[in-house]
């Protein structure tokens, strides 16, 4: 079948609605995706966000939760936190950290006796003492194992803190000291220390002096009291007891000082006596005693004599009067046999003549016994020639008394 060819205008028609409607359609895809694409207000994403395709212009916000900041790779955005590797510092000190806001920690001051402290605007320092604040938490208190606090003090001053595995505070021994022979701590007269080491004598004492050094004690160097605790006692050595200045007392055995039993008493004759052209006795220069009154004494004694034979010797006793004399006496002169002469119940007046010579003296021996009344006086042997001669007579040195009272 044959159609008629059509008109060129109607196929120009046909072909632009088609054109119109292809054209219509691809506008309303176009404005899906402009929807689809199209952020109004704020749009919160977690994770990765990407874009592709992109074109035409974007506004509005895009906000991050929990990230720090975005990354754009070609057309990929992506949101990850930012590590310190990527972080650029410098000396600005814009943003360190003050009281008032978080920041960046100051540049280090190169030193490692400061630290950072907590000043309006932190600063490094020296931590002073001043600075801590210190608790009765005793976690980080020192041990053998590590650095650390010091205990609490135990509040006594006896005590101090020792080197245990977990030290604390304790008196210190003597056995706990490590010394040696350095004398720098040595005590001083300007400070407490160390004795000096021992100079192994038993009979040196350390002294006080600038230096103190051990020496011997002398007598001078003592201090002596009125305290009796280290007085001689029968159980122990010590110091004589002070004087009861009384010349009749003596320490006896006891330690006290008391007087005396009655003892001998030596009266000697130390050096020769002469007399010539003399007949009348007299005392002789040493051999006398004082007796006291209402006393007993016992006085024997011996005297030597010599001289020319044609002087002789004659002699007496004379003492105290009243009381009761007992005087037993014998003599010899010149290498005569000796003569006894009874006992005198008084002081013998009468003079006993005796011959001697120079080389063949004589001797008078006697025992007296006087109980004195109630007048002391002088008992005392007498002397003379028993005939006057200008030759000497003398009576030695060596001539003696004794007597004891009672």
């Given at each position: 079948?044959?159609?008629?060819?059509?008109?060129?205008?109607?196929v120009?028609?046909?072909?632009?609605?088609?054109?119109?409607?292809?054209?219509r359609?691809?506008?309303?895809?176009?404005?899906?995706?402009?929807?689809?694409?199209?952020?109004?207000?704020?749009?919160?994403?977690?994770?990765?966000?990407?874009?592709?395709?992109?074109?035409?212009?974007?506004?509005?916000d895009?906000?991050?939760?929990?990230?720090?900041y975005?990354?754009?790779?070609?057309?990929?955005?992506?949101?990850a936190?930012?590590?310190?590797?990527?972080?650029?510092?410098s000396?600005?000190?814009?943003a360190?950290?003050?009281?008032?806001?978080?920041?960046?920690?100051?540049?280090?001051?190169?030193?490692?006796?400061?630290?950072l402290?907590?000043?309006?605007?932190?600063?490094?320092?020296?931590v002073?003492?001043?600075?801590?604040?210190t608790?009765?938490?005793?976690?980080?208190?020192?041990?053998?194992?590590?650095?650390g606090?010091?205990p609490?003090?135990?509040?006594?001053?006896?005590?101090?803190l020792?080197?245990?595995?977990?030290?604390?505070?304790?008196?210190?021994?003597d056995?706990?000291?490590?010394?040696?022979d350095?004398?720098t701590?040595?005590?001083?007269?300007?400070?407490?220390?160390?004795?000096?080491?021992?100079p192994?004598?038993a009979?040196?004492?350390l002294?006080?002096?600038?230096t103190p050094a051990y020496?011997?004690?002398?007598?001078?160097?003592?201090?002596l009291?009125?305290?009796?605790?280290?007085?001689?006692?029968t159980?122990?050595?010590?110091?004589?007891?002070?004087?009861?200045?009384?010349?009749?007392?003596?320490?006896?055995g006891?330690?006290?000082y008391?007087?005396?039993?009655?003892?001998w008493?030596l009266?000697?004759?130390?050096?020769?006596?002469?007399?010539?052209t003399?007949?009348t006795?007299?005392?002789?220069?040493?051999?006398?005693?004082?007796?006291?009154?209402?006393?007993?004494?016992?006085?024997?004694?011996?005297?030597?004599?010599?001289?020319?034979?044609?002087?002789?010797?004659?002699y007496?006793f004379?003492?105290?009067?009243?009381?009761?004399?007992?005087?037993?006496?014998?003599?010899?002169?010149?290498?005569?046999?000796?003569?006894?002469q009874?006992?005198?119940?008084?002081?013998?007046?009468?003079?006993?003549?005796?011959?001697?010579?120079?080389?063949?003296p004589?001797?008078?021996?006697?025992?007296?016994?006087?109980?004195?009344?109630?007048?002391?006086?002088?008992?005392?042997?007498?002397w003379?020639?028993?005939?006057?001669?200008a030759?000497?007579?003398?009576?030695?040195?060596?001539?003696y008394?004794?007597?004891k009272?009672?």
């Amino acid at each position: 079948m044959n159609f008629a060819p059509a008109p060129l205008q109607y196929v120009r028609d046909i072909w632009q609605g088609i054109l119109n409607e292809i054209k219509r359609v691809d506008g309303q895809e176009n404005a899906k995706r402009d929807r689809a694409n199209t952020f109004r207000g704020d749009q919160t994403v977690k994770g990765n966000l990407t874009a592709t395709n992109l074109s035409g212009a974007n506004s509005g916000d895009v906000t991050l939760a929990g990230e720090t900041y975005l990354t754009l790779a070609g057309q990929q955005i992506t949101a990850a936190k930012i590590t310190e590797a990527q972080q650029n510092t410098s000396d600005v000190t814009t943003a360190n950290v003050s009281s008032a806001k978080h920041g960046y920690a100051p540049k280090s001051s190169a030193d490692a006796t400061q630290f950072l402290n907590g000043a309006a605007a932190p600063a490094f320092a020296q931590v002073k003492d001043s600075d801590l604040s210190t608790s009765d938490v005793t976690a980080n208190n020192v041990v053998s194992t590590k650095h650390g606090f010091a205990p609490k003090s135990p509040a006594d001053a006896t005590q101090f803190l020792n080197g245990a595995a977990t030290p604390a505070y304790a008196q210190v021994k003597d056995s706990d000291l490590s010394t040696s022979d350095i004398t720098t701590n040595n005590v001083g007269s300007t400070k407490h220390g160390f004795a000096p080491k021992s100079p192994a004598s038993a009979t040196q004492f350390l002294n006080g002096a600038a230096t103190p050094a051990y020496a011997q004690v002398k007598d001078s160097d003592l201090s002596l009291s009125d305290i009796t605790t280290n007085n001689v006692s029968t159980t122990q050595h010590g110091f004589a007891p002070k004087l009861p200045n009384d010349a009749t007392k003596f320490l006896d055995g006891t330690g006290n000082y008391s007087a005396p039993a009655a003892g001998w008493t030596l009266v000697p004759k130390t050096s020769d006596e002469s007399r010539n052209t003399t007949t009348t006795p007299s005392n002789d220069a040493a051999l006398t005693l004082s007796m006291a009154a209402n006393t007993n004494y016992l006085s024997p004694g011996v005297i030597f004599f010599d001289g020319v034979a044609a002087a002789g010797f004659q002699y007496q006793f004379t003492g105290p009067s009243g009381g009761t004399k007992r005087v037993e006496r014998h003599h010899a002169g010149g290498g005569n046999t000796p003569v006894f002469q009874a006992a005198d119940s008084s002081y013998s007046t009468t003079n006993a003549g005796l011959s001697s010579t120079n080389t063949n003296p004589g001797v008078v021996e006697f025992e007296a016994f006087h109980l004195v009344g109630a007048s002391g006086g002088t008992f005392a042997f007498q002397w003379a020639q028993n005939t006057s001669n200008a030759g000497n007579t003398t009576v030695r040195a060596g001539s003696y008394f004794e007597y004891k009272n009672f």
